[in-house]
Structure formats: C-alpha cells, structure tokens
C-alpha cells in the first residue's frame, strides 16, 4: 500500500471527482489520496511527455510551452526526444497524436497534448485516461457530419431530415465515410438512428460523395473551407464534438509514479497563468471604462471558459481582474 500527498487534491480537487473511481483509490477527508499499488506501471524513473510530432498541432504546442516559460530543448530537429530544461526528470517524446494516446493507454507515456478529437476517438472513453486541462486554446475545430449541397439532398438541414430521408432501408443504409470509426458509430447509436453504416478513409474524404463512395462525411472542420470547395454543407444537429488542444495524463502515472503528480502541477499551474494572462488581455482590452459587471458578464460568456467554472469577485474587476479565478469542477474521465 503507497500513500501519497496529493498535491493536486488541494488545488484541483476535481482531478479525483472522477465518476465509478476505481476501487483502489479512496478519497480521505484530510487531502490524502491512499491508493493501493496495482500492476501494469513499468519501472522507468523518468517522467514521459508525447508531444505532436507534425501536422498542425505541432507548432502551436511548443510555442504555447514556450510561453509558459516551459520551452522544449531539441538537440537536433529529427530526434523523437527532447527535455524541458524546467521541468527535471522529464523527457518530451515527438509522436504523431493517435500514438500520443494510444502510448498513454500502454503506459509508454504519463502525459500528453493532443486534440480532443484524437483523444475521443482513440482513448475510446478509457477511464485511465484523465483529462487534466481541456481548453488550452488552439488547434479549435469540430467533428461533424457533412451532405452534398446538391441533388437528393438540396433541400436537407438537419440530422433529423437527413435520417428520416426515405432513401436509407436496412438493405442500402446512409453510407457515412469517416476516418472517426470509433466516435461516429457511437453518435448514431446514441441518437438512436437506424440504417446508417460507416466505411473509412485516411484522408480526402470530402471527395467521397462526389465519387460515389458515400453519402455522408463526418469529418474535422475549422474554416469550413474544404467543404464549400467540395459543394458539402454540414446540417443542424450534425456536430458530433467539439475539439481544441487539450493536456491528458494517465490516471495510473499520476497515482503511481513519483513524481507525475508535482510536474502535471507545475505544468498545469503555468500554463493557466499564461492562459488566464491571455484570457484578461483579450477580454479587458476593449473594455476600459466598462462596468464590473459588464466586464464580468463578458469574461463569463468567453469560449473558453466553457466547461470550466468561473468565479468574479465583481469588486476587484475594476483593478484589470486580478482575481478571477477558473476551478476546474469538472473534469472528466473520458
Ligand atoms: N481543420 C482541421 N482539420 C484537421 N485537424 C484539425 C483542424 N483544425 C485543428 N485540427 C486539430 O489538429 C489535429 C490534427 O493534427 P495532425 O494533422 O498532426 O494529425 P493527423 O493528420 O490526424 O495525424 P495523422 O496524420 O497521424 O493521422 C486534429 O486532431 C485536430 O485536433
Ligand atoms: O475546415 P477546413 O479549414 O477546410 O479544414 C478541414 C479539413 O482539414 C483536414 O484535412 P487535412 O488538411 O488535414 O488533410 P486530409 O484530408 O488529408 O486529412 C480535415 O480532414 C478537413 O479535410
């Protein structure tokens, strides 16, 4: 039996509101977390950080740790390992996302920056994995489902009237072609909608209905530009996720290998500094000689405060909001 302070119980107490924690883990009135040592954790001392390796996440993460004070030290651009010279005992691995998430789950890895979307769909609702901040603000984009402008389907804007089309029979469903195999089957089933089945592509899926391979896509938008080149539309009611950067660590590292606790912490600690920084700049900026509560209603309402709790003390607004402050209530287990 180990017991650990935990650190982050005290700051974020949420890390451990988990839904069906397992059970060895028990909570303790006084802020310590007792867990019992289970197998599966490998005996390397030093802590493991995936990072994108390319693709459009990559740069923006480093330069978000970068303005963290937490830069990445590569000694040469095609090496897969890096360190972080803040952070002791911590070596940063380059890996594309699906392999960022899916060496969480091995415990290859302790923890990770990915998007949501990469999490979701290759995490595939693993308690082990913990979502430790989930809006670190870039790499925003939604999963959803698209239809051609055109033809049958010229005059369809939602999900509802695109399932309840007379054309879908059990024997020639909605063909949706995706690369999201786990997450879009989950989404039909949890609509309860009939006659749909998926088939899968690596890329260039927007090309599918033109050629006649699908119906449907669903697919990572942003601009929303790739499908208006395509003759594509997404529909009311079609959005599967919505997705940006977002830190996750594994469960079993931060319970059971020194160290993983504190350095989350820091890392966390830093980056909502920085965020929060970002977030006043942005929201103060063109509000001087703004209320409190016009300020506070404005914070309140932010993007990116979604799914985290803020709490104003409307009387210090004035002084630029020194102290707003985001608890996190929330977190997940995916
Ligand atoms: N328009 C977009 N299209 C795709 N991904 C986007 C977009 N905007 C933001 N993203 C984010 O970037 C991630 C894609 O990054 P990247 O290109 O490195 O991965 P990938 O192409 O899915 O990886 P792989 O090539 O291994 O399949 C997505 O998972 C998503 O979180
Ligand atoms: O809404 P937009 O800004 O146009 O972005 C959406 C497109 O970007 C991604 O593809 P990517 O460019 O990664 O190429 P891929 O199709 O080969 O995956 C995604 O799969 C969409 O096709």
Redesign the pocket.
Known sequence: MVSIQALLFQTHPSFFSIPSLPSYISLKPNNTVTCYASPGITDRTEIRLGL???????SETLELLKDCQLSVRQVNPRQYVAEIPQLSNLEVWFQ????IVRKLLTGDLDLGI?????LS?YGQGNEDLILVHDALE????HLSIAIPKYGIFENINSLSELTQMPQWTKDKPLRVAT?FTYLGPKFVKEKGLEHVTFSTA??ALEAAPAMGIADAIL?????GT?LRENNLKEIEGGIVLE???VLVASKKSLIQREGVLDTTHEILERLEAHLRAVGQFTVTANMRGSSAEEVAERILSQPSLSGLQASVQKESLNNFLPSLSRTYTDHISL
Do not use: I, N
């Open positions: 994108p390796s390319k693709g459009r996440m990559a594309r996302p699906k392999d990915v998007g949501l979307d990469t769909e870039y790499g925003d984009c690369g690596d890329g697919d990572l938008v942003s601009s790739t997705s940006q950067a």
